[in-house]
C-alpha cells in the first residue's frame, strides 16, 4: 500500500501555561517570546521545513493573540510601509502562513492531550498527521519533524521522536518500551505516561513530536481517562500500537522545554546566542551577568 504523505500538523494549545504564571494569565504561554519570537514561531517553522502544508491549531478561550499572529497585521503594514521599512516588513510578510493554511477549534474542557488531538478529527480528516507539542522547541539539522518525515516515508505507520532523560525524570513524561533496532529507528513494543521510576520501561521520553494515523481518532473516541485523571495520547498510542507499525526516532539534536520558567530561560538564552546579528552582545552580556552574581 502507497505510504500517504504527511500534509496536515496539529498544535495543541489550549493549555492554560500554570508553570509560567502570572504572565500567562493574559498571554498565551505559546506567545511568550523566546529571544525575538513566540515560541510557537519555531515549531511552525519548524513544521513547514518538514513539508507541512495545514497548520491546525487546537485553541481555547484567551488564546485570541495565536489567531492574530498567523494572520495579516494590516495597520502595521502599512506603517511599516509608509516609513520605507522594507526589510523588516519583508520578513513579516515571508513568515506569515498562505491564505487558509491555518485552521482554529477549541478544546471546550481541558481534558487531556489526547481530548485535544480529537478535537482536531474533522479537520484532519482520513489522513496522517503530525502532532507537535509547541512547548517543545527541538533544535537540530536537518529539523526533527523533516527527519520523521523522511523516515516516515520508507516505513509508514506511525512514528515518535524520543529522547534520553536522567532515571529520575521519568515520571514526568511519556516513556517508551523500545524493541529492536531497525537502522536509524527503534520499534516500539509500548509506552507509558508518567510511569513511577521503578515502573519505567526504559529512560527514553516521547518529546512533543508525532506522526501517526488517523485510527488514533477512533480510539481516543474510546479512550478513558489515565494518569492525572486526563484522556492521554500515549495510551490511545499504546492501542494503536496493536494494529498498525510503530516506530520511534531517538532524536539527537537539543530540546528546549520552554513550559516551565527555567527552560523558557534557557531556550531565550540559546535563541539570542545563536542570533547571527545579536549573539555576541548577549554572550557579553550574559557573562557579566554571571560575573557580577558570584
Ligand atoms: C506530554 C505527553 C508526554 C510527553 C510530554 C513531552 O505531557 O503527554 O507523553 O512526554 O508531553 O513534553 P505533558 O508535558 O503535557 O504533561
Known amino acids: 500500500m ?3 504523505p504527511v500534509r496536515k500538523a496539529v498544535l495543541p494549545v ?15 504561554k505559546e506567545m511568550l517570546p523566546v529571544f ?26 484567551n488564546k485570541g493573540a495565536i489567531e ?40 471546550q474542557a481541558p481534558l487531556g492531550l489526547g481530548h485535544a488531538v480529537w478535537c482536531a478529527r474533522e479537520l484532519v480528516g482520513g489522513e496522517p498527521f503530525a502532532v507537535l507539542l509547541p512547548d517543545m522547541i527541538m533544535r537540530s539539522d536537518p529539523a526533527c519533524l523533516a527527519e520523521m518525515t523522511q523516515a516516515y516515508g520508507e516505513v509508514g505507520g506511525n512514528l515518535i521522536s524520543v529522547q534520553e532523560v536522567p532515571r529520575a525524570e521519568v515520571s514526568s513524561y511519556g516513556i517508551v518500551d523500545p524493541g ?18 521503578q515502573d519505567a520501561p526504559s529512560n527514553l521520553m516521547i518529546s512533543g513530536r508525532y506522526i501517526l494515523q488517523p485510527e488514533i481518532f477512533g480510539i481516543l473516541s474510546r479512550q478513558t481517562p489515565g494518569a492525572g485523571g486526563e484522556i492521554q495520547l500515549t495510551d490511545a498510542m499504546q492501542t494503536l500500537m496493536g494494529e498498525s507499525p510503530f516506530h520511534a526516532l531517538p532524536f539527537t539534536g537539543e530540546v528546549f522545554d520552554t513550559g516551565s520558567k527555567t527552560g523558557y530561560l534557557r531556550a531565550s538564552a540559546a535563541m539570542a546566542l545563536a542570533d547571527p546579528e545579536h549573539g555576541a552582545e548577549a554572550r557579553a552580556i550574559l557573562q557579566a551577568l554571571l560575573d557580577a552574581s558570584r
Open 68 to 107: 492574530d499572529y498567523f494572520d495579516i497585521a494590516y495597520e502595521l503594514e502599512a506603517t511599516l510601509e509608509a516609513k520605507g521599512k522594507t526589510a523588516v516588513l519583508d520578513a513579516l510578510r515571508a513568515d506569515l502562513p498562505g491564505a487558509g493554511a491555518c485552521s482554529f477549534v477549541r478544546q
Open 2 to 4: 502507497a505510504i500517504k
Open 180 to 197: 529492536a533496532r531497525k537502522g536509524a529507528l527503534i520499534e516500539m513494543r509500548g509506552m507509558v505516561e508518567k510511569p513511577a521510576v
Open 36 to 61: 525575538d519570537r513566540p515560541a510557537l514561531h519555531y515549531v511552525i517553522d519548524e513544521a513547514r521545513a518538514a513539508g507541512i502544508e495545514h497548520f491546525i491549531f487546537v485553541t481555547g478561550r
Open 14 to 28: 489550549a493549555g492554560l501555561g500554570t508553570r509560567v504564571l502570572p504572565a500567562t494569565k493574559v498571554i498565551p
